[in-house]
T-cell receptor, first 115, second 115 residues
């Protein structure tokens, strides 16, 4: 298996622009998670899906952030409009197990810089 | 509230010496405990977990961790460190209390193994 695939690996954009991050989970994994990692706040769960349905989006910082999972093999995280404080590394992870019970498989991350 | 602490921001150890990365936690109910490793510019990788059973858990790359209920700790250990073990290590905890299995992450410990 190729593992969790994220794109782009790096994104540099200007404040106010729309950013779309993409994720392909491991086939057969029913759970998909979006995390954000910063030096100040560490690793934060933004949202997670079970069988393509959003289960907990309480970590989404504000309405500028949205996530979708139109099918079992694809998810997007969108920021519109982007702000400099959104600069971070965004990770997608998938799992066979619900949150907090099993192994998470992480992608390589998308490093976002908002100027 | 559930919490996890990694009391050391950085651990330095000489190659060949034993290493310990510390983790303490606070949860309601029984803990589910995890260790992940992150190499530079990479996603997190699962090392090991404790759910139930033997207090000594063996994981990937020769790492092990000991669950100590009385001290609410789950320290990561390796008998002989390698330079290639240099990375960022994260402890995470959830619990079986209630229906929420939310995974709480530590802020990470940077391990430097010196040749």
């Amino acid at each position: 298996d190729a593992g969790v695939i994220q794109s782009p690996r790096h994104e540099v954009t200007e404040m106010g622009q729309e950013v779309t991050l993409r994720c392909k989970p491991i086939s057969g994994h029913d759970y998909l998670f979006w995390y954000r990692q910063t030096m100040m706040r560490g690793l934060e769960l933004l949202i997670y899906f079970n069988n393509n349905v959003p289960i907990d989006d309480s970590g989404m910082p504000e309405d500028r952030f949205s996530a979708k999972m139109p099918n079992a093999s694809f998810s997007t995280l969108k920021i519109q409009p982007s702000e400099p404080r959104d600069s971070a590394v965004y990770f997608c992870a998938s799992s066979r197990d619900r949150e907090g019970t099993g192994e998470l498989f992480f992608g390589e991350g998308s490093r976002l810089t908002v100027l | 509230a559930q919490s996890v602490a990694q009391p050391e921001d950085q651990v330095n150890v000489a190659e060949g010496n034993p290493l310990t990365v510390k983790c303490t936690y606070s949860v309601s109910g029984n803990p589910y405990l995890f260790w992940y490793v992150q190499y530079p510019n990479r996603g997190l990788q699962f090392l090991l977990k404790y759910i139930t059973g033997d207090n000594l858990v063996k994981g990937s790359y020769g790492f092990e961790a000991e669950f100590n209920k009385s001290q609410t700790s789950f320290h990561l250990k390796k008998p002989s460190a390698l330079v290639s073990d240099s990375a960022l290590y994260f402890c995470a905890v959830s619990s079986n209390a209630g229906n929420n299995r939310k995974l709480i992450w530590g802020l990470g410990t940077s391990l430097a193994v010196n040749p």
